[in-house]
Nanobody, 122 residues
Framework: QFQLVESGGGLVHPGGSLRLSCAASGYTLDHHAIGWFRQAPGKEREGVSCISSSNTQYADSVKGRFTISRDNAKTTVSLQMNSLKPEDTGLYYC?????????????????WGQGTQVTVSP
């Protein structure tokens, strides 16, 4: 069964960095578009970044601070998060769809991980 597993969350001070990873158990991700989404307490889930064979996208709120990448073996997609702010706090999910394009809309993704918590606090 295709399952996504996120890792790398934690507690960090403002200005700090974290690197999130998304892996599919027993599968490579080379045919999939992968998206990162987050949900803060009391807020709706929002798209953060995505990567596919054809494109990458970033939400305006993270441009210049976050970088999405795929490892050479196509087994993991990472989200490097720098200059973190308290408003980056939330539960971060990765999602996948077998498609050559990615977007930051949630409805286009078929598979979701359980999420990893990111907390940015002084």
């Amino acid at each position: 069964q295709f399952q996504l597993v996120e890792s790398g969350g934690g507690l960090v001070h403002p200005g700090g960095s974290l690197r999130l990873s998304c892996a599919a158990s027993g599968y490579t991700l080379d045919h999939h578009a992968i998206g990162w989404f987050r949900q803060a307490p009391g807020k709706e889930r929002e798209g953060v970044s995505c990567i596919s064979s054809s494109n990458t996208q970033y939400a305006d709120s993270v441009k210049g601070r976050f970088t999405i990448s795929r490892d050479n073996a196509k087994t993991t997609v990472s989200l490097q998060m720098n200059s973190l702010k308290p408003e980056d706090t939330g539960l971060y999910y990765c999602a996948a769809v077998d498609f050559r394009l990615c977007g930051l809309w949630q409805t286009g993704y078929d598979y979701w991980g359980q999420g990893t918590q990111v907390t940015v606090s002084p």
